[in-house]
């Protein structure tokens, strides 16, 4: 059976630099993108390129707090996508697996309050 989205985590972990910044917020616990650019020598466009692929992924989620955007482990995600490894590895369907309890990975933008075309100055 195809598990697209276990492919996807194994693959966001395939990359030196972004393996680097799980270990880092693993230490951690939250950090901002330009802390993490200043501690693994990454700059900021290539690091939000990475944080990207993790929260695609569904390794790392992010919170924005102002201009800064701070990112931490999905811990939760990661515990399904590892449950899900153990079936693989031991031959049982990943069917059973919750993946349905999770919410669709994927990058999302925020959701912002509809503007009505009469209160909007053109």
Do not use: N
């Amino acid at each position: 059976m195809r598990d697209d989205r276990l492919r996807r985590y194994f693959k966001a972990l395939g990359d030196k630099t972004r393996f680097d910044i799980v270990e880092e917020l693993g230490q951690t616990g939250e950090c901002s993108v330009s802390s993490l650019c200043l501690r693994l020598g990454v700059t900021q466009p290539l690091m939000s390129w990475h944080v990207r692929v993790l929260r695609a992924a569904g390794i790392v989620v992010t919170r924005r707090h102002g201009r800064q955007v701070f990112c931490s482990l999905d811990h939760k995600s990661i515990a399904v996508c590892q449950e899900r490894f153990t079936l693989l590895t031991q031959g049982q369907s990943l069917t059973l697996a919750p993946l349905a309890d999770l919410p669709p990975v994927g990058i999302h933008p925020p959701a912002r309050a509809p503007v009505s075309p009469l209160t909007a100055e053109s």
